[in-house]
């Protein structure tokens, strides 16, 4: 069946890197993007940004520019998200989506805890 | 960036009642409006798009209206599982932007 599952809960200090992957499955993954979507504790939804599964394009929101790298492995169905420069209000879970071609998030990762914490 | 306002934040229900959420945007979106259900501790879920287009395997008691800047899920004959916290998102342009959500709680 179509899925994404993403990697485990991550713990991290303030200033360091996180690397958020999610691996697609059932369905050809070059044929859609997969967007970003961050959700702090008790919060709502706020978009990051996307990625291209053909090309590899990616665009972020404003807030995420510089601080965010996008990228795919299309011979393992698996994007990557990584956000540098941790800070506390980083906290949240972090979830991958499809993205279609008319632009709807239809089938969700499972979510990734990042904790930054000192 | 358009911004999602939605409206309750939060709602009280009985099980086969009929509740209604709005949505409105800052901007026109032309109908590019997807709601999303969200339960606790799980990955939202897609339940209408492009306004008022059931995602396949919704039930048809979720029905969704509107153009312009003011959207409306409309839930018919509540059940359990329904009582859950929902959104509205604008796919019209980026950044895609979500409504705050709706927190639909049993009465």
């Known amino acids: 069946q179509v899925q994404l599952v993403q990697s485990g809960p991550e713990v991290k200090k303030p200033g360091a890197s996180v690397k958020v992957s999610c691996k697609a499955s059932?369905?050809?993954?070059?044929?859609?993007?997969i967007s970003w979507v961050r959700q702090a504790p008790g919060q709502g939804l706020e978009w990051m940004g996307g990625?291209?599964?053909?090309?590899?394009?990616?665009n972020f929101a404003q807030k995420f520019q510089g601080r965010v790298t996008m990228t795919t492995d299309t011979s393992t169905s698996t994007a990557f998200m990584e956000v540098r420069s941790l800070r506390p209000d980083d906290t949240a879970v972090y979830y991958c989506?499809?993205?279609?071609?008319?632009?709807?998030?239809?089938?969700w990762g499972q979510g990734t805890m990042v904790s930054v914490s000192s | 960036d358009i911004q999602m306002t939605q409206s309750p934040s939060s709602l009280s229900a009985s099980v086969g009642d009929r509740v209604t959420i709005t949505c409105r945007a800052s901007?026109?979106?032309?109908?590019?409006l997807a709601w999303y259900q969200q339960r606790p501790g799980k990955a939202p879920k897609l339940l209408l798009y492009a306004a008022s287009r059931l995602e396949s395997g919704v039930p048809s008691r979720f029905s969704g209206s509107g153009s312009g800047t003011d959207y409306t899920l409309t839930i018919s004959g509540l059940q359990p599982e329904d009582f859950a916290t929902y959104y509205c998102q604008q796919y019209q342009s980026t950044p895609y932007t979500f409504g705050q959500g709706t927190k639909l709680e049993i009465k």
């Open positions: 989506a499809r993205i279609s071609a008319t632009r709807l998030f239809d089938i």
């Open positions: 059932g369905y050809r993954f070059t044929s859609y993007g």
């Open positions: 901007d026109d979106i032309s109908k590019s």
């Open positions: 990625i291209s599964g053909y090309n590899g394009n990616a």
